[in-house]
């Protein structure tokens, strides 16, 4: 896009010119600084022009005019006080006196129109510097004030003015003109010219995307004091309603000379102020350079440099002919008024884009002063860069040497354009005026429509890159999490990114992610801080991190930080992002503890996540003094802001005792001594053997086998699953060290021979007492006394926590299931949910009461089940459910494997029913079933196959069903029916009826 101005210059919007233009009297300029921070910003009192040469700041000249202070100290910038930059204050530079040319020109056109709008600039206040706060706008005021009474009469009308510099503009005509023009005060008299619109993926290159996905998108990080950075953008108004900005356009102005304000006058501030879209052109450009810097994604767009900054949309365009819009110079110097009051008013504006310029004018010997519209405008962008705002516009695409205005002042950064290859555009304006390059060729972005997107050119859409690297940059905090200043923001791009050369001048193609993450000093492996021996404390942050290339997990690696720590002792490290003692981390973390001497050879010692309070993150592990521990902390998410790392060391103990021997936080395989050895073995899946002496051995982390010695040994397992074997002597056993740990698994804990104490503590433990007379304790979890390696039968009964047989008697204490012996054993639980497994014998196990489950075994066993919903299975052989203790009849149907009557059981593999000494019902299945009634009116059938039944005591009903079935019926009166089949009835005493084809005991 191009803006042609009717006045004295062209001002265009920089949008790549159809052709590039040649011009045979350009020189290339050389440039020594090789890109400094400032090529054309001078430290020493003076100005340099963009020529390169040295000028000292005109001296103010004595004014009659009331002043508030003839030298002035520290004064409030505005209505609340705001962050400023510390680096020296950027001059005033005023214009050289009339220009009689400006001044014909003026007279044209009162000539051809009646009348001229003109800026005016008068000298200024003693005093005044490019900081102007509330005093010094004052004295501004008031000289403009007596301006306007030394001319006042016909023919001279004031329209507006700035704050921080005496500049106005004026309605004259030439009786006006002459007035002004004999003013001695009156500096400079300029037309005030107008620009026409005349219309003609690069994130990646300069790496914001990658700072994207740190956590860093220019919307403040998390407990960021200052909130969201501000860019405004000084173009043509922005549609606010396209989804690229997504209700991110906090604040809206309109200056329009010729009244084309949305509300058809020419100031307006406030909603829908900054959105001027009634022609097909109106918000084309300023949408496009806004989505550049500020845009979020949206269906089928890509995302702008900064796409959690707000913005500030600042229009300043008027109705040209046809289609078109125009822009005043005043227009445009009002509009950075407006952004300078915001930014005095306590927003955190940190840059201001102007992608506009005026062609031809790329040789700026004397840009800063050249007239009234210059200085006007390097005034308020000195007093923006002063209070901390990036002040950014567009080089030129008029292929010369230099930069257009504004871009040439010294206080406006220069943007030239180049390729995503890093080649200068056809177009650009370059040389040592130009601070940086940033991409401006077929650039997508957004444009007026909900979703619309267009590819454009110019430097136009290269400024606006820079304009979001400082919402970027300016996210980003110091040491103290303050956030960095715009002098900082410079420093680093100036100190990173991609050279490139043009017309005898080097200068950075801007990468922000460099600039970014070298603002933190532990951001990479190979720069990771390190800690105190002893432990320590650290503060730090992590907003501005990102991720290394081949940086390790097994967490998230969006924006860690490392250190580096060597404790001098062995002990137990604790390493958090809390330290107990009201400093804690503000935000998720995830944390990483390796060792190895490259990024590459990194292995994990241990990882967490939310183990501490709330979100934070803890691990625990055996520490080996001289080891260099490598510590990442990342944001879960990408989450950013500022983090406690806490290390200690503290003397590794095994219950208490300080360890002879020490693991490593590998596998280790320790063995013991002959004496009294403490054994601490560390992280890892580690192998411990005791040989001689009252051992006490710790496995710690991992999944450990310890084997005890012959003396009476104390082991702790550890939180993983630990296979724990006991010696010959006495020993103490348990799954882990206690002290309220709950991180735990199941151990596998065999006591051997001796007389031992066996402690599961927490998880699902196995616990085998072995030889002697053992206590067998299983404490939290669901854990189970193992009988499997019995020598003989043995006799167990949870509800009197007692056992008898086989390698001893054993007692017990919170332990829920049993497994038998190979032999004939009886398993008997407690008033809770048990598991009861047979084996191999002939076993009978009895549930009592609560939820259990019965499991017959590889032989004929015969299961009773309590009061509960119990499951029984009765495994391989011809088993036995026993309902003869029953408190109540019971309904038995082992067709449909169920029971109800003392609980709803669940019946498998079961082919005998015992009942109850109740009136019950009970059927068989396809099977050879044994089913016998015990006391009460009992109804059995049989169902299928050759079956028994028995009716027992009562007057019971049978009926045999098919196969040749034997019935008995017991005492008392009974009905015998055998069905089909060669049957047999036995009456039994009482007075029974039978119909078998065998009868017998029947009168």
Request: charged share 20%.
């Amino acid at each position: 896009m191009l803006l042609a101005t009717t006045g004295s210059a062209t001002l265009t919007a920089q949008g790549a010119p159809p052709d590039r233009p040649s011009s045979d009297d350009q020189a290339a300029a050389s440039d020594p600084q090789g890109g400094p921070e400032s090529p054309h910003r001078g430290g020493d009192g003076t100005t340099k022009g963009k020529d390169g040469k040295k000028a000292p700041v005109p001296a103010d000249e004595a004014f009659d005019e009331p002043s508030a202070s003839a030298e002035y100290g520290p004064d409030v910038p505005g209505a609340s006080s705001v962050a400023r930059d510390d680096d020296p204050l950027l001059p005033l530079v005023n214009p050289d006196g009339l220009s009689q040319r400006e001044v014909a020109k003026i007279r044209e056109t009162i000539a051809a129109d009646g009348w001229a709008r003109v800026n005016v600039t008068v000298t200024p206040p003693r005093g005044l510097t490019t900081r102007a706060g509330k005093a010094q706008q004052a004295d501004v005021a008031r000289t403009l004030d007596a301006l306007a009474q030394r001319v006042a009469g016909p023919g001279a009308r004031e329209l507006s003015r700035i704050k921080v510099y005496p500049f106005a503009t004026y309605r004259v005509t030439g009786a006006g003109l002459n007035r002004l023009v004999a003013d001695p005060r009156v500096t400079s008299v300029a037309e005030d010219g107008f620009a026409t619109a005349t219309l003609n993926v690069s994130t990646g290159v300069i790496d914001s995307d990658l700072l994207d996905l740190a956590g860093t998108s220019g919307d403040g990080w998390s407990g960021s004091p200052v909130g969201a950075q501000e860019v405004a953008i000084i173009d043509s108004g922005v549609d606010n309603d396209h989804a690229a900005f997504a209700g991110r356009v906090v604040a809206e102005a309109c200056r329009s000379a010729n009244s084309n304000c949305p509300n058809g006058t020419t100031t307006q501030n406030g909603a829908d102020a900054g959105e001027n879209c009634t022609h097909s052109t109106d918000c084309d450009h300023g949408t496009h350079v806004a989505s550049i810097a500020a845009g979020t994604s949206y269906t089928g767009g890509h995302e702008g440099v900064a796409r959690g900054a707000r913005i500030i949309a600042v229009n300043v365009a008027s109705d040209g002919a046809g289609s078109s819009w125009t822009a005043f110079f005043s227009d445009i110097i009002a509009g950075l008024q407006f952004v300078l009051d915001r930014r005095n008013g306590g927003a955190n504006v940190v840059s201001a884009n102007m992608s506009i310029g005026i062609d031809g004018f790329a040789q700026e010997a004397v840009c800063d002063g050249n007239n009234a519209n210059f200085a006007a405008t390097q005034a308020v962008s000195a007093n923006l860069q002063n209070a901390g705002v990036a002040v950014i516009a567009a080089a030129g695409n008029s292929n010369l040497v230099g930069s257009s205005f504004p871009a040439c002042l010294t206080s406006v950064y220069s943007i030239s354009a180049t390729n995503d290859s890093d080649v200068p555009a056809g177009f650009t304006n370059s040389g040592t005026s130009t601070d940086w390059w940033a991409p401006g060729v077929d650039i997508d972005a957004a444009v007026p429509g909900t979703n619309t997107h267009a590819n454009k050119s110019g430097t136009s859409m290269a400024a606006p890159h820079v304009a979001g690297a400082f919402a970027l940059l300016r996210e980003c905090v110091d040491g103290n999490g303050v956030q960095i200043t715009r002098t900082t923001a410079v420093s680093r791009l100036n100190a990173t990114g991609v050279n490139v050369t043009d017309n005898g001048a080097t200068r950075k193609r801007i990468n922000i992610l460099d600039a970014a993450t070298g603002l933190v000093n532990n951001n990479d492996f190979a720069n990771a801080e390190t800690l105190p021996a002893g432990g320590f404390n650290d503060f730090d942050f992590n907003v501005c991190s990102d991720a290394e290339p081949g940086e390790p997990g097994p967490f998230s690696i969006d924006n860690g930080v490392w250190w580096n720590w060597t404790p001098s002792t062995t002990g137990l490290a604790t390493i958090s992002t809390e330290d107990g003692g009201g400093f804690a981390t503000t935000f998720d973390t995830t944390l990483t503890v390796y060792t190895g001497n490259t990024l590459g050879t990194l292995q994990v010692v241990d990882f967490d996540d939310d183990s501490g309070t709330g979100l934070r993150s803890l691990v625990t592990f055996l520490a080996n003094a001289g080891t260099t521990y490598r510590i990442k902390v990342d944001g879960f998410g990408a989450a950013t802001g500022l983090l406690n790392l806490h290390t200690e060391i503290n003397p590794a103990t095994c219950g208490g005792i300080t360890p002879t021997i020490f693991g490593t936080a590998g596998a280790d395989t320790i063995t013991g001594t002959a004496g009294a050895d403490v054994i601490v073995a560390g992280e890892g899946n580690d192998t411990i053997s005791s040989v001689g002496g009252n051992d006490r051995i710790c496995g710690d982390e991992g999944n450990d086998t310890i084997n005890a010695g012959d003396a009476n040994d104390t082991v702790f397992g550890g939180p993983e699953a630990d296979t724990i074997q006991g010696g010959p002597g006495d020993d103490t056993l348990l799954g882990n060290q206690g002290g309220g740990d709950t991180d735990d698994v199941g151990d596998t804990i065999n006591g051997g021979a001796g007389n031992d104490w066996l402690d599961g503590w927490v998880g699902d433990d196995r616990l085998i007492g072995g030889e002697g007379n053992d206590h067998i304790r299983g404490e939290a979890g669901i854990d189970i006394a193992d009988y499997g390696s019995s020598p003989s039968t043995v006799v167990v009964n949870l509800d009197t926590n007692s056992s008898s047989g086989g390698h001893g008697s054993d007692s017990f204490a919170a332990v829920e299931d049993l497994q038998g012996s190979a032999f004939n054993d009886s398993l008997t639980g407690d008033a809770g949910p048990n598991r009861l497994y047979g084996h191999v014998g002939a076993d009978t196990v009895r549930g009592l009461d609560g939820n259990d489950e019965l499991f017959g075994g590889g032989n004929v066993d015969t299961l009773i089940p309590g009061l509960g919903d119990d499951i029984v299975n009765g495994g391989p052989q011809v088993d036995v459910v026993s309902y003869a203790v029953s408190p109540a009849g019971v309904v038995v149907n082992l067709a449909t494997g169920t029971a109800t009557g003392e609980g709803a059981d669940a019946l498998a593999a079961v082919e005998d029913v015992t009942g109850s000494p109740h009136a019950d019902t009970i059927d068989g299945n396809a099977l050879v079933n044994v089913l016998g009634g015990v006391a009460g009116a009992d109804i059995i059938r049989g169902r299928g196959q050759n079956d028994r039944l028995f009716g027992g005591l009562g007057n019971d009903s049978m009926r045999g069903g098919p196969g040749d079935d034997f019935l008995q019926g017991g005492e008392n009166d009974d009905q015998l029916f055998g069905d089909d089949g060669q049957d047999a009835c036995h009456g039994g005493t009482g007075n029974d009826t039978a119909a078998c084809e065998t009868v017998t005991g029947v009168p």
